[in-house]
């Protein structure tokens, strides 16, 4: 019987124990965590390969990309290539240290500093001047349905497990 006042039921001491269990397995989340960072990376990878923004709009095609029958945002795989995931104790982000992900994400306007004009050279070989270059908004970091969908079956899948690897 329980050592403590109120109703014994047959069975709770072995509940108790398994929900101690739980409890204890259910502080360490990591595991779930890396899961979720795979699966927030591989939706950033295939966003790059279609060109799209996470809820599926198409990026607009850069002019280097059109000009060389490239793919928007993957000239040299920088950026892409440096998107990872970062654990912390409420979760898991991702992330880019590559300065110009923001503009690309955003999209903002790109103005000469310290002379009269922007001077670059174009894909097809030549120079431009220009006072200031737009660049449109193309949403790379985000959820889309996919991703939420396999981020919910995941978290489905390790909620399973922990419950039954706790009996």
């Not at 927030?40 to 095609?61: I, T």
């Not at 040299?76 to 998107?83: E, H, V, Y």
């Not at 030549?126 to 919910?152: C, H, Y």
Request: net charge positive; no cysteine.
């Amino acid at each position: 019987m329980s050592d403590r006042q109120g109703f014994y039921f047959q069975g709770e001491e072995k509940l108790r124990d398994w929900l101690r269990k739980v409890e204890a397995k259910a502080g360490d989340h990591k595991a779930l965590y890396d899961e979720l960072g795979d699966i927030l990376l591989e939706g950033v990878h295939d966003r790059f390969k279609r060109g799209v923004a996470p809820d599926g709009r198409p990026w607009q095609k850069s002019w280097r990309a059109i000009a060389q029958n490239g793919q928007t945002l993957r000239d040299t795989g920088r950026l892409l290539n440096s998107i990872r995931t970062r654990l912390n104790k409420n979760g898991v982000s991702i992330l880019t240290d590559v300065l110009y992900a923001k503009l690309m994400h955003y999209g903002g306007t790109i103005r000469a500093k310290n002379k009269p004009y922007l001077v670059f050279k174009t894909p097809t070989g030549g120079w431009v001047k220009r006072k200031s270059i737009t660049v449109p908004a193309r949403p790379i970091f985000g959820v889309s349905e996919d991703d939420a969908q396999n981020m919910l079956l995941a978290i489905e899948e390790y909620l399973e497990d922990l419950l039954r690897d706790a009996k």
